[in-house]
């Protein structure tokens, strides 16, 4: 867990990289159209790279901490055992997923490791890498679910599983507030 842990740190540490950079170049890019009435070529490339690895490092983190979008209709319908029996059907489907991914992604990392971007002269592959390693970094995370939410359904103590089905969903708890 602690390497989970550190993992999830570093790309977390990535995206803030990402946005910097992202934020800076555009900026710049900006300032360069409206002050100097000049523009940066370089700018948009780097701002389209940094986006690139903005969402595919993202998520990592945000499969990890449970933090993409998604429709709680379904696993609210289920109890606590449904719950962790969906999301472990779920992340079976994520890391098959992103097995392929990597895969299809290493393929085209390779592939584009001889072209530049025209603007910054940048390795293409350099750029396309962040899509095999987030979709690795997701597919072990999703191992590393699926196996705690099957270990935890094994032995009968869902507290262990990769979510906590005891927490009341948004429906749930509107309806406790409404006092119903």
């Known amino acids: ?42 700018a948009e490339e780097v701002a389209r790279f940094s986006f690139v690895w903005l969402v595919f490092i993202g998520s990592v983190s945000a499969f990890w901490g449970r933090n993409h979008l998604g429709i709680d209709f379904l696993p609210e319908l289920l109890g606590p055992r449904g719950r962790v029996i969906l999301d472990t059907v779920i992340c079976a489907i994520v890391l098959v997923f992103c097995i392929v991914l990597a895969r299809y992604g290493y393929t085209l990392t ?19 890498m962040a899509m095999p390693l987030g979709a690795a970094l997701t597919a072990l995370f999703a191992a590393v679910d699926f196996l705690r939410n099957l270990s935890a359904l094994w032995q009968g103590d869902l507290s262990r599983a990769a979510i906590q089905p005891q ?6 708890a509107a309806l406790r507030e409404d006092g119903q």
Do not use: N
């Open 1 to 42: 867990m602690i390497l989970l842990r550190f993992i999830d740190g570093a790309c977390r540490a990535l995206i803030g990289v990402a946005i910097l950079v992202m934020v800076f170049s555009i900026f710049g890019q900006v300032f360069y159209r409206v002050a100097l009435d000049s523009f940066l070529g370089w």
């Open 110 to 128: 390779l592939r584009t490791m001889t072209q530049t971007a025209p603007a910054t002269g940048i390795v293409m592959g350099y750029v396309y």
């Open 167 to 172: 927490q009341a969903g948004v429906v749930e």
